[in-house]
């Protein structure tokens, strides 16, 4: 047992720490700070700025593309990037549809999507959720009929974020109707040039349109974009949705929103002095530390245990994507507080990033949109309520 | 960074985890606790010749050199089995103090018995008025030729009922909550002077009250010869806590197993009390708290030798806000999930509920520890 890092950890952590403060952006970085939201090309060029250092996707297994780094190195290095703060690399891409297509994928499927998904040459979107499935994913209805070496798919997708930016979707299809809700579901890959697929625009509480509903009519899918055998697709979503959830608990942006309330109490006048002198204030924050705290250890054990788990999820990750999404959303409501009345005023162009940052206090006019977007935290990736079902299934036995 | 134990510690572990199972079952304990001491003298001769009463210590004083990784092992288990014997005040708080506060000499005549299971040590240190604020300390030495004579009362002295030779604080200079001016002596509890009034505490543990009425020690009888103890005790009371959120840990974690088991045997409304999804969000809610507190008694154990004090402050102060809070949660769940036999004597649910709110006031309750941990400026720091 040892529980501190190494020299050697300290040094890669200064490294990477190094390399960040070089690499980002200057404009991107502020948008960052800021809470605005990133254009395509913006992300796009920074994950190629990542992908040219062999960074992009470091979780992936090194012979495609990912670093053969212990578990320690992987979590220094989200750490530094929420940190920096830089932006994190699309998770469709990187935690999701790279570690499947690694998993599940034909040697000829990896050849040619993971280098694309890696430098986001192919932005991925998520094909998952639907009108009548949403907890209940597995009774989605959007079907797939065999047409010679086609499928030819049918049905609505919802909740399709960034699908308006996306290359590619992975999408779950029914590809047998009359075998039983689990069985019968295949993991396709959809070009989204295809004819047949359009979109329509969901915009979210924060003012931004990032999600999608998505309509399927008559798509033909080659059925050598089937990934994993057909009607088994089911295993491929549940291994992709737990390499997902340890992803989610997202300690380093917490703690750079904790910081950055911090940082701005100082200026915030409060009674005589400022906020950041209230002890109430100062103890609100410190409880939220200790969470966040604790929370990163229970990540580090998870991390530290990962290679006993293999393909199937360490079911502890679900207590990372519950508790990770309460901290994320308590930081914003700190921030919020902290805002006071400087979060009132809606600016449409300065959240979605269109307009740049102009005066000091532009830092709160995202303040209340971030607060709200982050609400989908919780409900995302399986509802911090699934994931109680989930627990008491698999640790509890109950 | 890994949290594997090595070969060493997975037979400390193997050890203290038989030890419970063989022989602290619940009828055991009960028997233990009418011993005349409140727990079993058969026990810690046991203890000894495991060598956990010479784990913390250098071998250079006669100890095994285990760190806080081993000291969290035992204690863990101290917590599974609701340990009645005086482990952590003896071994790890008085034992703790002497080891770093005590000249060679010194650790020489204290240790050596104390590894051995012969000699039963206790930290004399707090007062009525106190609280939790470790500076404030009333009790008085002052110096008589060559004698030092001590008066002053100490209230809530884990086990020193039974201790037969007490580190006692003691103000030589300073008024009453100055941080200079304190200094440490080994007083024999028998010497001519002494007083105590020994008491079962809620969780049938032991504690004293010491009344020091003129107690004269040689000179010999300073600690380390230091009349600056202040950051000697701060950090044997950071020890204590650490090691505190690993017996926490255990108990909430056999307060935890227990639970389950029950959702998983008790039958209403005709079938198995598990099946409601209300009682399975209760008991993951639960093991949340459990995997959150125990990440931060790892978290502590790393911290306790951190040599920068306000570092180690805050950690300690942090890990212990979260092991209160979720030993409150746990086993108020715990005993709420039992239903109507976890409010009974004869269920051991309840029984953890004792030990875990009798931990969550020892050394400074979550308000305590919050509000050092907001003044000292919280876990991150606000520049980059």
Same mark, same amino acid.
């Given at each position: 047992m040892e529980l501190r890092f190494t020299p050697e950890e300290l040094a890669f952590r200064d490294e990477v720490r190094d390399f960040l403060r070089n690499a980002v952006p200057a404009s991107i970085r502020r948008k960052v700070e800021y809470g605005q939201r990133l254009s395509k090309e913006e992300m796009v060029n920074w994950v190629q700025i990542l992908n040219a250092k062999?960074?992009?996707?470091?979780?992936?297994a090194p012979e495609w593309g990912?670093?053969?780094?212990s578990a320690t190195q992987h979590y220094i290095f989200k750490e530094e990037l929420h940190m920096a703060p830089a932006p994190e690399p699309i998770s469709f891409n990187m935690n999701m549809i790279g570690p499947v297509l690694i998993a599940f994928g034909t040697q000829q499927q990896k050849e040619h999507f993971l280098p694309r998904v890696a430098n986001m040459d192919y932005w991925f979107c998520q094909g998952f959720s639907e009108p009548g499935a949403g907890?209940?994913?597995?009774?989605?209805?959007?079907s797939a009929v065999r047409d010679g070496d086609h499928y030819v798919v049918n049905g609505q997708k919802l909740w399709t974020s960034t699908a308006h930016h996306a290359d590619w979707c992975f999408v779950l299809v029914r590809?047998?109707?009359?075998?039983?809700k689990q069985q019968g579901i295949s993991f396709v890959l959809m070009d989204?040039?295809?004819?047949?697929i359009s979109i329509r625009p969901i915009v979210t509480l924060d003012g931004h349109h990032e999600t999608n509903e998505m309509f399927l009519d008559n798509v033909r899918i080659p059925v050598?974009?089937?990934?994993?055998?057909e009607n088994r697709g089911w295993d491929v979503a549940k291994f992709l949705l737990g390499s997902e959830r340890g992803g989610i608990a997202r300690v380093g942006l917490s703690k750079f929103r904790v910081r950055r309330a911090k940082q701005l109490a100082r200026k915030t006048p409060a009674?005589?002095?400022?906020?950041?002198?209230q002890p109430r204030f100062r103890e609100r924050v410190a409880a939220l530390e200790v969470e966040l705290k604790a929370l990163e250890m229970t990540q580090m054990r998870v991390i530290a245990d990962s290679d006993k788990f293999g393909h199937s999820p360490d079911p502890r990750s679900s207590i990372l994507k519950m508790k990770g999404s309460e901290l994320q959303q308590a930081a914003t409501e700190l921030l919020m507080e902290v805002a006071g009345?400087?979060?009132l005023e809606y600016d449409h162009a300065f959240v979605t990033g269109e307009r740049e940052v102009q005066?000091?206090?532009?830092?709160?006019?995202t303040i209340a949109p971030n607060y709200y977007w982050v609400r989908h935290v919780s409900i995302v990736g399986g509802s911090n309520e699934i994931q109680h079902n989930i627990l008491a299934k698999t640790l509890l036995g109950l | 960074m890994n949290f594997d134990f090595n070969e060493e510690q997975r037979m400390i572990k193997d050890a203290v985890d038989r030890l419970v199972a063989d022989r602290y079952g619940f009828e055991q304990r009960a028997r233990y606790l009418g011993e005349a001491d409140g727990w079993s003298r058969e026990l810690w001769a046991s203890y000894a010749e495991l060598g956990l009463l010479g784990l913390p210590f250098a071998e250079a004083d006669?100890?095994?050199?285990?760190?806080p990784a081993e000291t969290m092992i035992v204690m863990e288990a101290v917590g599974r089995g609701l340990l009645l014997e005086p482990y952590l005040a003896s071994v790890v708080l008085a034992g703790g103090l002497v080891a770093s506060a005590a000249d060679e000499d010194q650790r020489a005549e204290i240790l050596p018995p104390l590894i051995a299971g012969e000699r039963l040590l206790a930290f004399a240190h707090s007062e009525a008025?106190?609280?939790?604020?470790?500076?404030?300390?009333?009790t008085r030495a002052r110096r008589d030729r060559d004698h030092w004579v001590i008066d002053g009362c100490k209230r809530?002295?884990?086990?020193?009922?039974?201790?037969?030779q007490l580190i006692v604080s003691a103000r030589v200079?300073?008024?009453?909550?100055?941080?200079?001016?304190i200094a440490l002596f080994v007083v024999d509890?028998?010497?001519?002077g002494v007083s105590r009034r020994g008491y079962q505490t809620q969780d049938r543990l032991r504690a004293a009250d010491i009344t020091l009425d003129g107690v004269r020690v040689p000179?010999?009888?300073? %600690?380390?010869? $230091?009349?600056?103890a202040l950051p000697l005790i701060e950090k044997a009371v950071d020890g204590a806590i650490a090691a505190l959120c690993a017996e926490a840990v255990g108990a909430m974690q056999q307060a935890f197993d227990m639970t389950v088991e029950y959702l998983k045997l008790r039958k209403q409304f005709g079938v %198995?009390?598990? $099946?409601?999804q209300v009682l399975q969000h209760s008991a993951v809610d639960m093991l949340v708290m459990i995997e959150q507190a125990r990440s931060m008694a790892y978290y502590a154990s790393m911290m306790v030798?951190?040599?920068?004090v306000l570092e180690r402050r805050r950690a300690i102060a942090a890990a212990k806000v979260q092991i209160n809070r979720s030993a409150r949660f746990v086993a108020q769940q715990a005993v709420q999930l039992h239903?109507?036999?976890?409010?009974?004597?004869?269920?051991?649910v309840g029984h953890f509920m004792r030990r875990l709110s009798m931990i969550e006031i020892l050394f400074g309750d979550a308000d305590h520890h919050l509000a050092q941990l907001a003044r000292d400026g919280g876990l991150i720091a606000a520049d980059a």
């Open positions: 062999g960074w992009s996707c470091p979780a992936w990912g670093q053969a780094w907890s209940d994913l597995a009774s989605l209805r959007t590809t047998d109707a009359t075998a039983k989204m040039k295809t004819p047949g050598s974009n089937l990934i994993g055998e009674g005589d002095g400022v906020l950041a002198d009345y400087d979060a005066h000091d206090d532009d830092w709160a006019r | 006669g100890g095994f050199a285990g760190g008025q106190a609280r939790y604020d470790l500076a404030d300390v009333d809530f002295v884990l086990h020193g009922d039974c201790a037969d200079s300073g008024e009453r909550c100055d941080p200079d001016g509890a028998k010497a001519v000179l010999v009888a300073l %600690l380390g010869a $230091s009349r600056q %198995l009390i598990g $099946s409601f030798n951190e040599e920068d239903g109507g036999i976890g409010v009974t004597e004869e269920c051991q």
